[in-house]
């Protein structure tokens, strides 16, 4: 009902053109209509024809589908829930076609021993992706929090804010070159981040040193904790929560050796399953955590309406830090009622506000590896979304 300027972005998305039966969604709940072939229903090219919770769907082409070609392929069946390890052991014994569809990209220790092998190399394909990791800081609980004791929703600002220097040393005391080379095969899987949590590329991307904070400088990294924590009481049993895989064991182990190293503080590591940190992290219990976007659309509101407006920072919803700035919010709400050229200005004054509160220590912008068997064509990545299976082929082998 208002002015939305990044309506178009929404409109590009591939989403966005899917024609739904509101009725089947009702009926079978919005939570659940996605979970049998008989619910799920759109207007694409492809229909679920079985799917077995937590393991595998089936896909199938759309008989005289009403946009036309569906394209060479006569099934697809995708995997759940199968580790990265074991996802390229199956890809190198000829089970899978393809491994790094859907985010779900081999481990760096895998696209690294490819990138070095004259043969394997050839199946290896990195794609720029617009995604951002970052270190995600509670701001209404533990020590870094800005207003402790608030509730999750309510206006986090404030001139003495007791965690903010906190914040600060735990960022400059990382070396994100450091830890792309070791956590991201030698940069590879990813980039070290400097320019402020819209990946870099990205309308109102801030630049390549617009996060004053991401500059490595351990002196005065060290200078600010002691000043903060003299006695290291506030982050006495601190833990580090995030979702296991290769890379991000990786970067969580490099993280806490140069919080150690940097700082003296002993962070204690304590990895689960995305539901699990996804579920603590909406409750606003997460003190300090992996945070990480994918971008849906280019265009800033995805960021700010999602990850960090008061609106999205109460208990179960998006903004996980609870950081809520009126202000900020003020700048981002008037910003999407203008066209993109007009508002990219006011979002980087936004994005600024972040940066200055150091809501997320952002480390690394991706990037998207596939392995991809030779007889396969038609792969890829776009930077937002991998390639249509319309376009795919497997020739004959």
Not at 27 to 46: K, L, M, Q, R, V
Not at 53 to 77: C, E, I, R, Y
Not at 257 to 271: I, S, T
Not at 337 to 361: F, H, T
Request: charged share 20%; proline share 6%.
């Amino acid at each position: 009902d208002q002015p939305a300027g990044y309506w178009l972005s929404q409109l590009a998305m591939p989403t966005a053109s899917e024609v739904l039966d509101q009725k089947v969604i009702s009926a079978a709940g919005d939570e659940h209509w996605t979970e049998t072939p008989e619910t799920y229903i759109g207007s694409g090219p492809f229909k679920m024809t079985q799917r077995t919770a937590k393991q595998s769907m089936d896909f199938a082409p759309v008989s005289n589908w009403w946009g036309g070609d569906t394209g060479k392929l006569t099934k697809v069946h995708i995997d759940i829930g199968v580790d990265p390890s074991s996802s390229v052991q199956k890809f190198e014994s000829g089970g899978y076609e393809l491994v790094g569809m859907a985010n779900q990209a081999p481990g760096p220790d895998d696209v690294l021993r490819y990138k070095n092998d004259p043969t394997k190399s050839k199946l290896l394909n990195i794609y720029p992706g617009a995604r951002t990791t970052a270190v995600g800081f509670n701001f209404v609980s533990g020590p870094f929090a800005a207003k402790p004791g608030a509730t999750p929703g309510d206006d986090t600002t404030n001139p003495s804010d007791p965690g903010l220097m906190g914040r600060q040393a735990f960022s400059l005391a990382i070396d994100r070159n450091q830890l792309a080379d070791i956590a991201c095969a030698h940069a590879i899987t990813c980039q070290p981040a400097f320019g402020g949590p819209i990946t870099k590329g990205m309308k109102a991307y801030l630049g390549d040193n617009g996060d004053q904070f991401a500059k490595f400088d351990a002196q005065k990294a060290k200078q600010l904790y002691q000043q903060w924590d003299p006695t290291g009481s506030k982050v006495k049993n601190l833990e580090y929560r995030y979702n296991s895989s290769p890379g991000n064991d990786k970067r969580a182990q490099n993280l806490q050796a140069q919080w150690k190293q940097n700082l003296g503080v002993d962070v204690k590591l304590v990895p689960s399953d995305f539901p699990t940190l996804q579920r603590d992290r909406k409750k606003k219990i997460v003190i300090i955590g992996r945070q990480s976007w994918g971008v849906d659309y280019d265009h800033p509101q995805d960021w700010f309406d999602n990850l960090f407006s008061c609106a999205q920072a109460k208990v179960g919803r998006g903004n996980d830090e609870a950081y809520c700035n009126p202000a900020m919010d003020a700048i981002t709400q008037a910003a999407n009622a203008k066209p993109i050229s007009q508002a990219v200005g006011d979002y980087v004054k936004a994005q600024q506000m972040l940066v200055k509160d150091v809501v997320w220590m952002t480390i690394d912008y991706g990037t998207q590896p596939y392995f991809t068997q030779t007889y396969v064509k038609g792969t890829g990545y776009n930077g937002l979304y991998d390639y249509s299976w319309q376009g795919i082929r497997i020739l004959q082998h």
